[in-house]
């Protein structure tokens, strides 16, 4: 499967990385580059995640990687990246899956 990112997501990651590079640039690469590797399983294993709690969609998944929620949606050869969340957030107000 194909393994496609949204634009809120990206932004998403580029905000996770500046925000731990506050601290260590080093480290705000490292998390970024280990939720790629987790994203990237999705494409041999795209149903490895569950269903997010939030929706009723079955095809809305997440992986859980640290403290972060990969959400994304399966559409036929299509894995899409909607959000990386942490996972203190609510996500009953900010529904990424409603974006598209």
């Known amino acids: ?28 690469l490292v998390v970024v580059e280990r939720i790629f590797d987790a994203v990237e399983k999705l494409s041999s294993f795209p149903n490895i995640g569950r269903e997010v ?4 969609s079955s095809n809305i998944k997440e992986i859980i990687f640290n403290n972060y929620r990969i959400i994304y949606k399966l559409d036929g050869e299509i894995i899409l990246i909607l959000a990386i ?11 990424p899956w409603e974006l598209l």
């Open 1 to 28: 499967m194909r393994i496609e990112w949204t634009e809120p997501a990206v932004i998403d990651l580029e905000d996770i990385r500046d925000y731990i590079s506050r601290d260590s640039k080093y480290y705000g």
């Open 53 to 56: 709690p939030e929706t009723s």
């Open 85 to 95: 969340i942490h996972g203190a957030r609510d996500l009953k107000n900010m529904k």
